[in-house]
């Protein structure tokens, strides 16, 4: 009986955890590689000036044809559905068949790639502030979402980066100092309206700061002192780009029905030495060396091993990143083999960067990982305003820099 009770626990708790902690809903097992289409490498969140034109493209693994429509939903400054209508946002139609879809080409993992470009000929955007774009079955069944934000520029701001001044987090912390330059900031901070900045590490949206009020006022700046992240440690990497080919991190390849890619083990890193390792903080980028790179990339069984330091049966362990939106799922789990956990799980040919994740038995849950004031890491800055006549708040200004000391 005591051992029922303990498996229904983490039944119960996994599923409420992967709710809980996702950053959307869980992406089917079906779909794979939704991304934006993003020219700048540095950019982790996704924000366009009014009337630019954003893509959303992913693959379909299931080889049965489905229809997939989409909708656009308005968020609040947290992300959380606005009070608006559709009306109030969109002009056009909104829950449009995707119409613009591909089959891969000359691959041995077959899928459909499908992609939207907003705004088009059935739908534009008319305020600015944070959207999501999700996505839908024919039945109308909710499958996954992602997120963007439309800036509508009346101010700029400037960010500042230096260690922790309290003392027991000075080798571990960074910290920030925004500054809000704008012509008359007396008119944003008065009775009649409402600030809110959103300060985001790496496009981990359960890893944001909401402050709503600067802790200094000029007419023509507004300052917020002594934002506090955690320093993290550098991200985990792999390049299956040349899909049949290895390098530093990918010891060995084969061909069976697919694509194999073994991976080095990865050791878990302790706070005692920083050691510098360029990455691209959590994010991907697909291939692109291939002329139709969204089609004609492969997909490939990427095995990966990883030895934490100690080791309880009990806790779960899990791949994350941008890859897969930090969800934590069974789709990206690890299993236990004596002291290593194991697993393998496909991607598309690319650079990827990931960490581990671990939940326990007392439903605790961190990235594994050290803390060093000197790793480098992305932050988006977000500026909202919400005038008391308003029903929404938009986006007046954004910066996103890299942690460099």
């Given at each position: 009986m005591k051992t029922f009770k303990i498996y229904f626990f983490w039944i119960f708790f996994l599923l409420n955890f992967f709710i809980v902690f996702s950053q959307n809903k869980i992406t089917p097992t079906n779909i794979y590689s939704v991304n934006f289409n993003n020219e700048k490498l540095n950019s982790s969140y996704i924000v366009v000036k009014k009337n630019n034109s954003l893509t959303l493209n992913f693959d379909d693994l299931n080889l049965k044809d489905s229809d997939y429509y989409y909708q656009i939903n308005h968020l609040n400054h947290l992300w959380e559905k606005s009070k608006l209508i559709k009306s109030d946002y969109i002009e056009g139609y909104d829950d449009n068949l995707i119409t613009n879809y591909s089959n891969s080409f000359n691959t041995l993992v077959d899928y459909k790639n499908f992609k939207i470009t907003i705004p088009n000929e059935n739908l534009k955007l008319k305020i600015s502030g944070n959207y999501s774009i999700s996505i839908h079955d024919s039945n109308g069944k909710f499958l996954f979402e992602r997120k963007f934000s439309v800036l509508d520029e009346k101010a700029f701001l400037n960010i500042d980066f230096f260690k922790s001044k309290n003392l027991e987090n000075f080798d571990f912390y960074q910290n920030l100092d925004v500054t809000v330059n704008c012509s008359n900031c007396n008119s944003m901070t008065g009775n009649s309206s409402q600030l809110k900045l959103v300060v985001i590490k790496n496009n981990q949206w359960d890893n944001k700061i909401v402050l709503s009020r600067p802790d200094f006022f000029f007419d023509n700046k507004l300052i917020y002192k002594n934002i506090e992240f955690k320093g993290g440690d550098e991200f985990y990497y792999f390049d299956t780009s040349n899909i049949n080919s290895t390098n530093l991190k990918v010891f060995k390849t084969e061909l069976s029905d697919i694509y194999n890619s073994y991976l080095r083990k990865d050791i878990e890193k302790t706070n005692k030495i920083y050691e510098y390792s360029p990455d691209i903080n959590g994010k991907y980028l697909i291939n692109q060396e291939i002329e139709n790179y969204e089609t004609e990339n492969d997909y490939s069984r990427v095995f990966f091993s990883f030895?934490?330091?100690?080791?309880?049966?009990?806790?779960?362990?899990?791949?994350?990143?941008?890859?897969?939106?930090?969800?934590?799922?069974?789709?990206?789990?690890?299993?236990?083999?004596?002291?290593?956990?194991?697993?393998?799980?496909?991607?598309?040919?690319?650079?990827?960067?990931?960490?581990?994740?671990?939940?326990?038995?007392?439903?605790?849950?961190?990235?594994?990982?050290?803390?060093?004031?000197?790793?480098?890491?992305?932050?988006?800055?977000?500026?909202?305003?919400?005038k008391n006549t308003d029903k929404y708040y938009s986006l007046i200004a954004y910066k996103e820099q890299k942690m460099m000391l």
């Open positions: 030895k934490p330091v100690k080791v309880f049966e009990e806790d779960k362990i899990f791949v994350v990143g941008d890859f897969n939106n930090y969800e934590i799922s069974e789709k990206h789990q690890l299993q236990l083999n004596n002291d290593t956990y194991f697993g393998n799980f496909l991607f598309k040919q690319g650079f990827y960067n990931y960490k581990y994740f671990k939940i326990n038995s007392l439903g605790e849950s961190n990235f594994i990982e050290a803390n060093f004031w000197q790793t480098e890491n992305n932050y988006t800055v977000l500026l909202y305003i919400k």
